[in-house]
T-cell receptor, first 112, second 115 residues
């Protein structure tokens, strides 16, 4: 059965710390991996990754995909309290109506 | 502001009530989705509409009835719900006509409690 596993499930850090969130997957027909940030209620798109080894970057956030080892990491440097959110990972299954398979998310709390 | 608006934000209903959730997108997108988010479970896709035509129904019980009158509006009609249906219901839209789920734009959800 296809699945996406995120770790850790929750994390508490202090402002200024660097965090690494993990997303591993077992999806038969991988097409892409997506990261979303869910603060309050609405998830918002962060990155879409399709190729191994190519880092996507947006400000203090960056992400990379390893299609050989079947995982992705999301890095946040110099964390701020506004980074507190649930970070969701999803993998697009190319063979199943391009369905998204979602992880449970990592809940990040950044304390001042 | 994501361009996708959901109302109401919160809803409490009894098991015999009938209520409707509303979603409106101001992005000119062609596809709209209903998702269910329960505690300790991944997001569950319920329905997909593309150009007002339902293209996916993921074995959702008939007590949930979607309606898409035009490409900007999506409703979820609820009747005789069960307590286990309590969850956050998220609406989303995407630009493409295909079933690709790239770059979904989500609303803030309706937090539903069924008593």
């Amino acid at each position: 059965e296809d699945k996406v596993v995120q770790s850790p499930l929750s994390l508490v850090v202090h402002e200024g710390d660097t965090v690494t969130l993990n997303c591993s997957y077992e999806v038969t027909n991988f097409r892409s991996l997506l990261w979303y940030k869910q603060e309050k209620k609405a998830p918002t798109f962060l990155f879409m990754l399709t190729s191994s080894g190519i880092e996507k970057k947006s400000g203090r956030l960056s992400s990379i995909l390893d299609k050989k080892e079947l995982f992705s990491i999301l890095n946040i440097t110099a964390t701020q309290t506004g980074d507190s959110a649930v970070y969701l990972c999803a993998v697009e299954d190319a063979g199943n109506n391009r369905k998204l398979i979602w992880g449970l998310g990592t809940s990040l709390a950044v304390n001042p | 502001e994501t361009g996708v608006t959901q109302t109401p934000r919160h809803l409490v209903m009894g098991m015999t009530n009938k209520k409707s959730l509303k979603c409106e997108q101001h992005l000119g997108h062609n596809a709209m989705y209903w998702y269910k988010q329960s505690a300790k479970k991944p997001l569950e896709l319920m329905f997909v509409y593309s150009l007002e035509e339902r293209v996916e129904n993921n074995s959702v019980p008939s007590r949930f009835s979607p309606e898409c009158p035009n490409s900007s509006h999506l409703f979820l009609h609820l009747h005789t719900l069960q307590p286990e249906d309590s969850a956050l219901y998220l609406c989303a839209s995407s630009q493409g006509l295909r079933l690709t789920n790239e770059k979904l734009f989500f609303g803030s959800g309706t937090q539903l409690s069924v008593l």
